[in-house]
C-alpha cells in the first residue's frame, strides 16, 4: 500500500536531488536543554530549489532543528552554513535578514492584531521612520500588501481588520503562512503547517507550497502526514531521538521504508496500519 | 451571537478531521467596541446617582458644575498614572508602584522647585531654578524608577507583580527617607501654576490622546499589544521584547511622576504620604476601562471612561453624603468588581474560542 502511495507522486516533479548548490548546511549541529538532548551531531544538507521534509516522532527534535536554523535558540554546539558561509544567527531577526522565513509550529501570530499588523510584525512599514519606536505605521500599504499575499495563497478572509481571536484556526493559520511565503527569499520553513486544518485548507497550504516550487524557493516541511510528504518533497529526512536517522529520496523509497526508519524498527510490513498514512 | 453559534456547527467539513474551524463566520457580531460597553456603563451609573439624587437629596447630581469640575479635577491625577498603567498591564504585566513613586517624585521634585522667599528650603542654593528643573528631575526620576522595574521584569525574569511589589516599599521608603519625614513646600509661582485651576484636566488629556495615537497608529502600540497577546510569538517575529518591556514601564514610570508634578504644583506641597493607593485606583481605572489583566486587549480611551466611572461612583456616594469610612469600602468592592469582570469576559471569551 505505501509503495503504491509513493508511486502516485507526480511524475513531473524534477529530479534535482543531490545537484545544484548547497543552500544551507548543518554541521555536527546539537541543541541541548539542560541534560535533554533535543538534537545532536545533525549533519543535514539543502540544495538549491529542493523541497525537503522533515518526518519523526513526538519529540524527535525537529521543531529543535527549526529552531537552530531560524535563530530561534543559539545551538549548544555545531555549524550552520548558509549559502556556503557559516552564519550565526542570534535572533529570528538575523535569519529573516537572511532571507529565511519560518511557519513555527504555534504560529507566533498576536491573537489581539489584525490581519495586516500580523503579517508584518516586527518589520512594520513606517511612517517617519524617524521617531523610532514611535513611529507610525503605514496601515494602508501594509493593508495592500497584505491582500496581495493573501491573494497568492488563494485564502478569503473576510475582514482583514478583525483581530485574528476572531478567526478561525485555518485562517490564522493562513495569515502566518502568508506571512512566510511572502517574505521568503532564500528559504523557508514550516512546522507542521497542516496538522489543525481541513482538507480544504491543507489542499491551499499544499498549493503555497507547490508555488514556492515554481519560484524555485527552497523548503524545509516538518509534517507527520506521510502522504503529503511524499506529494511534495524531494527528499525526506528522518529524525529519531534527537538524531538523523538518514534521508531518503522520495521516488526511490516507500512509506513502510520511512515508517521502518521513523521507529527504529526493522521493517517487516507491520506498519500496514500505521497512522502516518 | 448565539445564532453565530449555531452557523458554526453546521457540518461542512468532512467528517474525522480534528478541526471544524472553517465554517465560522468571523465573528463580527462579538467585536462591539469595549468602550461602548464601558461608555454605556458611565451613562447608567450616572443616571442611577441623578435619580438617587433627587429622591435622596432633592437635588440633580449630573447638573451642578462644581460638583463635576471636582470630580473630574480627583481623577485626573490618578487619570494620568491609569494611562500608564493601561499600557503596562497591556504587555500581560502589572504596575504597584506608581502610588508610591508619586510620592517620591513628588518629594524630589518639590524641592527642586522651592521659592527662594522660604528660608528653610532642601537645598537653600538651588532655589527659584526655572520651571523645567524640577519637572525635568522629577520626570526622571520616574523614569529611572520604571526603567528598574523593566529591566527587573524584562531580564530577570522576576514576576511583574513581585519586581513593582519591591519598587512600591522602595519608592515609599525614598519619599520618607528625602526630608525625614517633613513636607516641601513653598514652590516657585511658575511651579505652583503647573497644577492650577483645571490644568491637571487638561494634561490628562493630553496625556490620553498622546498615549491613545500610541497604542493605536505607532509601532510602539503594535508591539505593545503583541507581546501581550503572545510573548513567545512577539519574540519570534523579531520584536526586542525586552526592550520595549523596560520602554513600556519607564513611560509608567514618567507618568506617575508628571502626576506627582501635578498633585505637589496644585498642592503647594509634597508629603511622603501623597499618592497613598494610587496604584490601586488606576489599575481599578483601567480594568474597569475594559483593559484586561491577561493582556492584549484594552485602550486609553476605555480608560478614560473607566476613570470617569471610578470618578463618578466615588462623588455619587459623597453627594448622597456617605461616610468616608463607606468610601473606602466600596472602593475596594469596585475594584474587585472591577477584575471579577474581567475574569468573567475572559471566561466567555475562551469558551466561545473552544467552540470553535
Ligand atoms: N525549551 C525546551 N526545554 C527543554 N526541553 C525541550 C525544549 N524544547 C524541546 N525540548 C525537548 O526536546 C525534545 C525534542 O523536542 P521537539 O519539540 O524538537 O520535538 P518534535 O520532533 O518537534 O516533536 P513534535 O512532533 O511533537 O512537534 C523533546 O524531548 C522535548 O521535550
Ligand atoms: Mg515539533
Redesign the pocket.
Not at chain 1, 516522532?57 to 525537529?62: E, Y
Given at each position: 500500500m505505501q509503495a503504491d502511495i509513493a508511486k502516485t507522486n507526480s511524475p513531473e516533479r524534477p529530479l534535482n536531488t543531490g545537484s545544484g548548490r548547497v543552500v544551507l548546511e548543518t554541521r555536527g549541529l546539537t541543541k541541548h536543554?539542560?541534560g535533554?538532548r533535543?538534537?545532536s551531531d545533525a549533519n543535514f544538507v539543502l540544495h538549491e530549489g529542493e523541497h525537503v521534509a522533515i518526518v519523526?516522532?513526538?519529540?524527535?527534535?525537529?521543531?529543535?532543528?527549526v529552531r537552530q536554523i531560524t535563530g530561534v535558540e543559539v545551538p549548544t554546539s555545531g555549524e550552520i552554513l548558509f549559502d556556503g558561509k557559516p552564519v550565526k544567527f542570534e535572533s529570528p531577526v538575523d535569519a529573516r535578514q537572511t532571507g529565511i522565513e519560518a511557519v513555527f509550529?504555534n504560529l507566533a501570530l498576536a491573537d489581539d492584531l489584525d490581519v495586516p499588523s500580523n503579517i508584518f510584525l516586527g518589520r512594520e512599514e513606517k511612517i517617519l521612520p524617524w521617531l523610532g519606536p514611535f513611529a507610525f505605521v503605514n496601515e494602508k500599504k501594509m493593508r495592500e500588501r497584505s491582500i496581495a499575499a493573501l491573494e497568492t495563497t488563494g485564502v478569503k478572509i473576510p475582514n482583514l481588520s478583525s483581530s485574528l481571536r476572531h478567526m478561525s484556526g485555518g485562517q490564522r493559520q493562513c495569515v502566518a503562512i502568508s506571512r512566510a511565503a511572502s517574505f521568503a527569499s532564500k528559504l523557508i520553513l514550516m512546522?507542521?503547517p497542516t496538522a489543525a486544518l481541513g482538507v480544504q485548507e491543507t489542499t491551499q497550504v499544499e498549493n503555497i507550497i507547490r508555488r514556492l516550487k515554481q519560484k524555485r524557493i527552497p523548503l524545509i516541511l516538518?509534517s507527520?502526514n506521510l502522504r503529503q510528504v511524499f506529494n511534495l518533497v524531494d527528499k525526506i529526512w528522518v529524525?529519531r531521538r534527537?538524531e538523523i536517522a538518514g534521508m531518503l529520496e522520495a521516488d526511490k523509497t516507500t512509506g513502510n521504508e520511512v515508517v521502518s526508519m521513523i521507529t527504529g524498527v526493522a521493517d517487516s510490513g507491520v506498519h500496514e496500519n500505521a497512522s502516518y498514512i | 451571537m448565539s445564532s453565530n453559534t449555531e452557523i458554526s456547527s453546521s457540518p461542512q467539513t468532512t467528517a474525522g478531521l480534528s478541526t471544524d474551524k472553517r465554517s465560522q463566520p468571523a465573528r463580527k457580531s462579538v467585536s462591539r467596541p469595549q468602550e461602548m460597553n464601558v461608555l454605556i456603563g458611565l451613562v447608567a451609573i450616572a443616571l442611577i446617582f441623578e435619580i438617587l439624587g433627587w429622591i435622596v437629596q432633592g437635588e440633580s447630581f449630573l447638573f451642578n458644575t462644581q460638583r463635576l469640575s471636582i470630580m473630574i479635577l480627583q481623577v485626573s491625577v490618578v487619570g494620568i498614572i491609569a494611562v500608564g498603567v493601561t499600557q503596562v498591564i497591556i504587555t500581560g504585566g502589572i504596575d504597584l508602584s506608581s502610588g508610591s513613586l508619586v510620592g517620591a517624585t513628588a518629594m524630589i521634585a518639590m524641592s527642586f522647585a522651592q521659592a527662594s522667599t522660604y528660608a528653610r528650603a532642601v537645598y537653600p542654593s538651588l532655589t527659584d531654578l526655572p520651571v523645567i528643573v524640577p519637572i525635568a528631575i522629577g520626570l526622571g526620576c520616574g523614569i529611572l524608577a520604571g526603567v528598574v522595574n523593566g529591566a527587573l521584569i524584562a531580564y530577570t525574569k522576576i514576576p511583574p507583580f513581585i519586581a513593582t511589589l519591591g519598587m512600591m516599599v522602595f519608592a515609599r521608603g525614598v519619599a520618607k527617607w528625602y526630608t525625614r519625614g517633613q513636607p516641601v513646600s513653598f514652590p516657585t509661582d511658575s511651579y505652583a501654576a503647573i497644577g492650577d485651576g483645571m490644568n491637571p484636566v487638561l494634561i490628562f488629556l493630553a496625556v490620553a490622546i498622546v498615549f491613545h495615537v500610541a497604542l493605536r497608529y505607532t509601532v510602539y502600540g503594535k508591539h505593545t499589544y503583541a507581546i501581550g497577546s503572545n510573548e513567545q510569538g512577539a519574540r519570534m517575529s523579531g520584536i526586542n521584547v525586552e526592550r520595549h518591556l523596560v520602554l513600556v514601564y519607564a513611560i509608567a514610570g514618567m507618568l506617575a511622576a508628571l502626576a506627582a508634578v501635578v498633585i505637589s504644583s496644585r498642592n503647594l506641597t509634597a508629603q511622603a504620604s501623597f499618592g497613598n493607593m494610587y496604584e490601586l485606583d488606576a489599575i481599578a481605572m483601567a480594568v474597569i476601562g475594559g483593559v484586561s489583566l491577561s493582556g492584549g486587549r484594552g485602550s486609553v480611551p476605555g480608560t478614560v471612561l473607566g476613570a470617569l466611572i471610578f470618578g463618578v461612583i466615588l462623588s455619587g456616594f459623597t453627594f448622597l453624603r456617605l461616610d468616608a469610612y463607606y468610601q473606602e469600602m466600596i472602593k475596594g468592592v469596585i475594584i474587585v468588581a472591577a477584575v471579577v469582570a474581567d475574569i468573567y469576559r475572559q471566561r466567555s471569551r475562551a469558551k466561545m474560542i473552544d467552540k470553535e
Open positions: 536543554y539542560g535533554v533535543a538534537l519523526g516522532d513526538n519529540g524527535a527534535g525537529k521543531s529543535t532543528f509550529q512546522d507542521e516538518v507527520h529524525f534527537g | -
